[in-house]
Structure formats: structure tokens, C-alpha cells
């Protein structure tokens, strides 16, 4: 018992002396799951489209907002006020899904000084299927904090989480995110408003690390590619 007792303050003083120091963020299609999700769109000049994957997605939407002289980050909510019906329906579900085992090896880890996160862009009801899914998988969920962007900024969510944890020496105690995404336009706002945001510059650590792993699918074989971020000096 009483050695019980003494593991019990042991954990409870390296809890407090090493709080999480580390943000793991992952996206979740295309990065921990390929899934056949399609996107159905009917303009009002009455043209449809399917788009079949994220870049006919992106590719789309751009257009359509240079069209229309639309400059928000996502233009989804802007376009679906101009009259057009664009169906996210297959995201509010898992559709047939690929587990993308490059990945979920390195999600299932769960460092100790670590915080796991999932961050999608997706909107409406979609985390509880993403949470049955990583049981599916074998990952309990309860090691996972969802986070549904619902289309805004990720660069912007995660430069306030960095913000949310200010030591009193004025720093962040996050000194290192690992973000592991598949969509180069989420990776751009990234390093923009995270890597080199000089707003943040005040409250970044002096040994703070942006890891960046992007997901590459090769017909089906999937590869990381690591894109870093430390101080200049
Ligand atoms: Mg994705």
C-alpha cells in the first residue's frame, strides 16, 4: 500500500513538472483514412459537378470563388449563399474508409508529454463517426480531442492553442506541434500563420519546433514528406 501510495505522488509530481509540451495534430482525410467521399455541386446557372477528391474539391471552389469575387479562406459558406447546393453529405460519415497505416503507427504511440488531436475541416455532425472509426482501428478515442475547423483556418486554431498555454515567463510551454496533414493549402496557412507569424514570435519558446509531415498518395502507396520549421539561429 504504501508503495502504491508513493507511485500515486511520484505520477502526480512528474504530471506537474512536466506538463504536455507537445501538440500532435492530425487531419483526418486523406491523412488517417482514404475514404470515398464526394462532394455533389449545383451551380446557379444550373452546371453540375462531382468532385471525387480534395483537389477537384480545392480546384473547384477556387474557381468558383474567383468567379464570384469571393476572398474568405473557405468559400463554402459564401458560394452556398449565391444559391449554390453543395452536398457534404458523404462527410458527416466514414465512407468506406482505408486506414492509412503510415500514419495511425505513428497516431497509436501517444508520447507522455504529448496531446493527440484530430483536426478536420469538416463540418456538421462528423466527429462521432471519426471517433467510432479510431476504435474501429484499435486507437482509443479517449486518447484523442477532436476539433471540427468547420472550414476555417487550421494555421489560425492551432496558433491559438500555442496561445492558450502561457508559462510565467511569458512563453508557451508548447515547444513542438507535429501536424501530419495531406492538403497542401492547409499546409501553406500552416506555416504562415504558425512558422513565420511574427505575432507569435513573442510567446514561441526559444526551442519551439513546427513539424510538418505531409501525406503523399502515390496511386494508393502512401509516403511522408517532412517540412520543417525552427528558429533561425
Ligand atoms: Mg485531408
Redesign the pocket.
Known amino acids: 500500500m504504501k508503495l502504491l501510495l508513493e507511485n500515486w505522488r511520484k505520477y502526480i509530481n512528474e504530471e506537474m513538472e512536466e506538463p504536455i509540451t507537445t501538440l500532435r495534430i492530425f487531419?483526418?482525410?486523406?491523412?488517417i483514412a482514404h475514404t470515398r467521399s464526394e462532394t455533389r455541386v449545383k451551380a446557379p446557372d444550373g452546371s453540375e459537378a462531382t468532385l471525387r477528391d480534395?483537389q477537384e474539391f480545392e480546384a473547384y471552389m477556387n474557381a468558383a470563388a474567383a468567379k464570384e469575387g469571393i476572398e474568405a479562406f473557405d468559400a463554402v459558406d459564401a458560394l452556398m449563399e449565391l444559391g449554390y447546393d453543395i452536398d457534404l453529405s458523404d462527410f458527416s460519415i466514414v465512407k468506406d474508409p482505408e486506414e492509412i497505416t503510415i500514419i495511425t503507427d505513428i497516431m497509436r504511440e501517444f508520447p507522455p508529454d504529448s496531446k493527440t488531436y484530430i483536426m478536420?475541416?469538416r463540418r456538421g455532425k462528423s466527429l462521432g463517426p471519426i471517433l467510432d472509426y479510431l476504435e474501429e482501428i484499435g486507437i482509443d478515442s479517449n486518447e484523442v480531442r477532436p476539433i471540427a475547423t468547420q472550414g476555417d483556418s487550421k494555421g489560425n486554431t492551432i496558433a491559438h492553442m500555442i496561445g492558450q498555454k502561457i508559462m510565467s515567463d511569458g512563453k508557451s510551454n508548447i515547444s513542438r506541434v507535429e501536424y501530419y496533414?495531406?492538403?497542401q493549402k492547409?499546409i501553406d496557412d500552416v506555416l504562415r500563420k504558425v512558422c513565420e507569424n511574427p505575432d507569435l514570435d513573442e510567446i514561441k519558446p526559444i526551442d519551439f519546433e513546427l513539424i510538418i509531415n505531409k501525406?503523399i498518395n502515390n496511386e494508393g502507396q502512401y509516403n511522408i514528406h517532412r517540412i520543417e520549421c525552427s528558429p533561425p539561429n
Request: proline share 0%.
Open positions: 487531419d483526418f482525410d486523406e491523412t480534395q478536420t475541416a496533414e495531406d492538403s492547409n501525406v
